[in-house]
């Protein structure tokens, strides 16, 4: 099982009569959905690596070209979005 990450989260209430048990019980849902929605395969379905000569939808040259804190020179990432 994947280590709950470090991240902080608003929840707004209708009510403040919500125990402390059961938005404990949203906060793991939340974390639980987000974690899903961040993974790296969710990421490489929702992009396209443009480079000059090509348009590649493969996860492995996505993640390759992401590796750095830059891309290399015209190399695009398009969202699918």
Known sequence: MM???NRDL???LKNGSVSEQAIE???KWLNHMLIQAESPEQFCIAHELVT???ITSKSKKILQ???FAELKPFNFLLNKN
């Open 3 to 5: 280590k709950t990450p």
């Open 10 to 12: 608003l929840m707004l």
């Open 52 to 54: 000059r000569h090509s």
């Open 65 to 67: 070209a992401i590796r």
């Open 25 to 27: 019980r949203e906060v």
